[in-house]
């Protein structure tokens, strides 16, 4: 079965310091991986996804993952964090076989100013 | 529409009670998702829609829960006898192409309140 794991419920961050949001995943074979945030009284929006190559993928707002197969991780990174990415981040995967994400408890980032 | 739009935007109903949230997805997206997100919570996988058909219906709960997507365009998540634990922010998505590849939209969720 597939299940993601998020191991931290918070990551506090300054203004301008990178920043780290951990993941970890256990799906049969080759996964999808995907991350979303969530704003305050808004819907999940779509970051970024792995699907294949490149190890390293790029998103929006300056995100970027590294999807680690031996380790099975997907972290999540941003070189220099801005206030305005306090928000929950979600972390998702899909196997290969099917459609079915599953995502994980989430992160609240808080980025102090 | 521009995105993903669940009607009601909040819901509060008594035990017992039977209620209908629906989702219309963006137009031309043929998968169709329904999740609920307790508070705390990543959002749980309830059922996926890959046009009429419910191609996985693992996530629902129990009998209680029911969804349909006659035309395969909007859907709705029918719940009876409503019990308290069903509170929660129940959310659709949907995602253009047949392959597992393409990311979901979400929309703003239902918020179901059981009192």
């Known amino acids: 079965a597939q299940s993601v794991a998020q191991p931290e419920d918070q990551v506090n961050v300054a203004e301008g310091n990178p920043l780290t949001v951990k993941c970890t995943y256990s799906?049969?074979?080759?996964?999808?991986l995907f991350w979303y945030v969530q704003y305050p009284n808004r819907g999940l929006q779509f970051l970024l996804k792995y699907i294949t190559g490149d190890n390293l993928v790029k998103g929006s707002y300056g995100f970027e993952a590294e999807f680690n197969k031996s380790q099975t991780s997907f972290h999540l990174k941003k070189p220099s964090a801005l206030v305005s990415d306090s928000a929950l981040y979600f972390c998702a995967v899909r196997d290969l076989r099917g459609f079915k994400t599953i995502f994980g408890a989430g992160t609240r980032l808080f980025v102090k100013a | 529409g521009a995105g993903v739009s669940q009607t009601p935007s909040n819901k509060v109903t008594e035990k017992g009670k039977y209620v209908e949230l629906r989702c219309d997805p963006i137009s031309g997206h043929t998968a169709l998702y329904w999740y609920r997100q307790s508070l705390g919570q990543g959002p749980e996988f309830l059922i996926y829609f890959q046009g009429t058909g419910a191609a996985d219906d693992s996530g629902l709960p129990n009998d209680r829960f029911f969804a349909v997507r006659p035309e395969g365009s909007v859907s709705t998540l029918k719940i009876q006898r409503t019990e308290r634990g069903d509170s929660a922010v129940y959310l659709c998505?949907?995602?253009?192409?047949?392959?597992?590849?393409?990311?979901?939209?979400f929309g703003q969720g239902t918020r179901l309140t059981v009192v």
């Open positions: 799906v049969s074979g080759n996964p999808y």
């Open positions: 998505a949907s995602s253009l192409v047949r392959t597992g590849r393409t990311e979901a939209f």
